[in-house]
């Protein structure tokens, strides 16, 4: 097989690199979004870990000083707002340990403790103060006085509050830095992820989480290179030091030497020829070598990034993830608001298929003006399609803003987690509900909007020739129809690694699926993130996949694999792999192949 | 400059009477009682001492009841000082 581009950066350094004695640290932890990052590193809620010690500069003295002022300031006007509203609701008695919060926090010796330390052994504020307190919280070990034994827990609650304001400073600044740093956390929400300044973020090193965690999946639509599952990440990471983070092998360097910053340098600048050398792949049909057309979509999460989807070659939007609009905001989205951001998609995807996927909320993704109820086992609560059948209020503003901007335009509506065919039909009249609505109001809106739904549960998947029937489109959510076969909280690092979505059980169910849609003449895509995963690109082809929705940095390099392969060869793939049993078989025999095409594929 | 005179340094001794000990309520009526007068004011208990002006370090002694502690205080009004922590304290803080 012939390669139009090769893969730079040579295998196997031949001299390790030397540890220099100072604190060069090399951590593993899980690649989640590819490419290297070097850059001083910004430490984001730290507040429930240990704060490492760190020296400063001499000439950082009175800034941290100020910080810590400030934030005794503001934490004791908090307690005193606790104290008043305490008085109101629980009487004196509660209140009085308000009281006596503010009263600690003001207390000058503590202070000046706290200033003492940071003078003398040019702590951070931060550690100096933890230091102190941490010291007093010993001392009430050898308490054997009940009572005052419980007082620890005061000073506990007061020193995270503080800490929290005194670390606060730099969560407040992440929405308007003014030089690119390096996110260092225990995890990112969504919703923080899209207040992020975008253009200032080099990459992201995060405690907890997996290759389809959403700090991922954001990083990955961004191309911002990522490293998840480092387990403590943030004690080893004070803030301001150069942080190295590889997120192609998934690997992270505190405090690089400089040979090592040197090499990764060099490795950056080569990615950046290859992403170079793949984009002139754009304007080339995704065709392969024996003419089988493959539809590559892209996968978005804001109207905006549509525009960056059609010039990394995509044919439309397969997936456009609408809750971004709601978990970015303070309130729910007037209609209006939600009708502009349609738009603004609509203009961006040039009359190409736009495919809009419902609302979906739940899970890990909420927002606090929705009320969340705290469900147990939030994945397999009150989530996504059947959060929307219980507040039809809300749904149907959001169809109504839907169908009123899909006019004159190719947009497609998708529901998101359905599970039976009730639900499919209750989404169906909810729909044409809206539609009547507008109808009688004189509102112009799309009538002969195409409906699907999204495969993303065991059960669709099993009874999606009954679905097909009902449906345009089918479009399968390979990573949430891989957390619900294999029982995996993608999430949760302690079980991540059981996450795979090669497993022959989640295979079996795709292939399903894509009978299902063939017998029905229904189309059937893959929009998950093994749509852009190049190891399973010529097997899902293989499958009878003609339609692949992906984040659109992975535009390019699919494009390359569909024009380098052949549906013949896709379906021998195809076969072989249904023949495996388990995981491990499926993985190798995967990488064999691309190997064949790519050789030097990282996979 | 104030306290041009040399500061008289005076003590007392007594013992914490009330049940819950040198708690939150006490320490904030102790605090703020030392703090309407202009003399620096100590609590002292075994070899540990404390700023009356510090609630921290006065919760630090965790003087429980029936510990043995010493008031001292150093300036113009320390005796008046004294009289109103001592009868502060001999009075169970006012508690029960």
Known sequence: MSRGFSRPEGRGHRSRQRRS???????????????????PALVLDA???????????????????????????????????????????????????FAFHEEFIADKMLRSAVVEAVKKNRYT????????????????????????????????????????????????????????????????????????????????????????????????????PAVVALNDITTDVTGGETIVIDGTRGVVITNPDEETTKRYETRRKEDHAFEAQLSELRDLPAVTADGAAISLQANIELAAEARIAMDSGAEGIGLYRTEFMFLGSERMPTEEQ??????????????????????????????????????????????????????????????????RAAIDADVNIMFPMITTLMELRQARSTLHDVMEDLEDDGIPFKHDIAM???????????????????????????????????????????????????????????????QAGRRNNVDVSVCGEMAGAPLYCEMLIGLGIRQLSMAPKDVPEIKQIVRTTSIKRCERIARKVMRFDSDRQVLNYLRGKLREINPESSY | MHETDTP?????????????????????????????????????????????????????????????????????????????????????????
Not at chain 1, 48 to 77: F, G
Not at chain 1, 460 to 472: D, G, M
Not at chain 1, 486 to 491: E, G, H
Not at chain 2, 37 to 54: P, Q, V
């Open chain 1, 21 to 39: 004695p100072q604190a060069m640290i090399t951590k593993k932890g899980i690649n989640a979004s590819p490419g290297i990052a070097i850059g």
């Open chain 1, 125 to 224: 504020a931060a550690f100096a103060f933890s230091q102190e307190m941490g010291s007093r919280q010993r001392m009430f070990r050898n308490v054997s006085d009940p009572y005052l034994k419980e007082r620890v827990r005061d000073l506990y609650d007061i020193e995270k509050r503080i800490l929290r304001h005194i670390l606060g400073r730099a969560r407040e600044r992440i929405t308007q830095l003014t030089t690119p740093v390096v996110i260092v956390a225990h995890d990112i929400t969504p919703s923080q992820a899209i207040t992020l300044d975008r253009g200032r973020i080099l990459g992201f090193a995060i405690n907890v989480g997996g290759q389809t965690s959403h700090t991922a999946i954001i990083a990955r639509m961004l191309g911002i």
């Open chain 1, 452 to 514: 699907g739904m999204m495969v993303e549960t065991p059960a669709a998947a099993l009874l999606s020739n009954s679905f097909a029937k009902e449906v345009s489109f089918m479009s399968i959510g390979t990573n949430d129809l891989t957390q619900y076969t294999l029982a995996v909280d993608r999430a949760n690092e302690r079980v991540a690694h059981l996450y795979c979505s090669h497993s022959p059980a989640v295979l079996k169910l795709i292939r399903e699926v894509i």
């Open chain 1, 338 to 403: 939600q009708y502009e951001t349609f738009r603004a998609a609509v203009r961006h995807v040039r009359g190409k298929p736009l495919t809009i996927r419902t609302i979906d909320l739940g899970a890990e993704k909420m927002v606090d003006y929705l009320e969340p109820q705290h469900d147990h086992n939030p994945a397999l609560g009150l989530r996504s399609v059947r959060y929307c059948l219980t507040h039809l209020d809300m749904f149907k503003t959001h169809l109504r803003a839907l169908l």
């Open chain 2, 8 to 96: 008289t340094v005076q003590e007392r001794e007594t013992v914490i009477p009330n049940k819950e000990g040198l708690h939150f309520r006490p320490i904030m009526q102790f605090v703020d009682l030392a703090s309407r007068f202009s003399s620096s004011i100590n609590l002292r208990c075994d070899d540990r001492g404390a700023d009356a002006s510090s609630p921290m370090e006065l919760l630090m002694l965790m003087a429980t009841q029936g510990t043995k502690v010493t008031v001292s205080a150093r300036g113009a009004d320390a005796g008046d000082a004294l009289d109103a922590l001592v009868g502060l304290i001999d009075a169970g803080f006012n508690e029960e």
């Open chain 1, 47 to 97: 507040e429930e870990y240990r704060i490492p010690r760190r020296t400063i500069d001499i000439s950082a003295i009175t800034t941290e000083i100020n910080a810590l002022d400030a934030a005794l300031a503001t934490s004791r006007q908090e307690v005193a707002e606790l104290r008043v509203a305490a008085t109101r609701k629980l009487g004196d008695k509660t209140s009085a340990i």
